[in-house]
């Protein structure tokens, strides 16, 4: 049906840039754990985190962009608000961070 397909590039045209940043970050914040932390069990611990949580979150995002019917719709508007409200919180953490450190530095 072309109506869905319309809707689906839609979608993933809303979705992806910003899904792929959050992904993107979390990976990062657990890689930078990994490189800092001293120990090796929480080196391992990380790694495993720092590929696996961002392969969940990405599994959800097209679980709801390729799922049919009005639970489509539902989940698929509950996952995009939370991926907004989640890029934003790390926005405002590491302007939050950028600032402390700036501080620090003078």
Known sequence: NSGNALVLMLNRTMSTTPAHTAFGIVMGYFLGKFVLSKIVWKKVIY??????????????????????????????????NCLFLFVICLCYIIIRKIGSDKDERV
């Open 47 to 80: 790694i495993i985190l720092a590929l696996i949580i961002p392969m969940i979150i990405h599994a959800l995002a097209n679980f709801a962009l390729y799922r049919g019917g009005l639970f489509n719709q539902v989940f698929t508007q509950a996952y995009l």
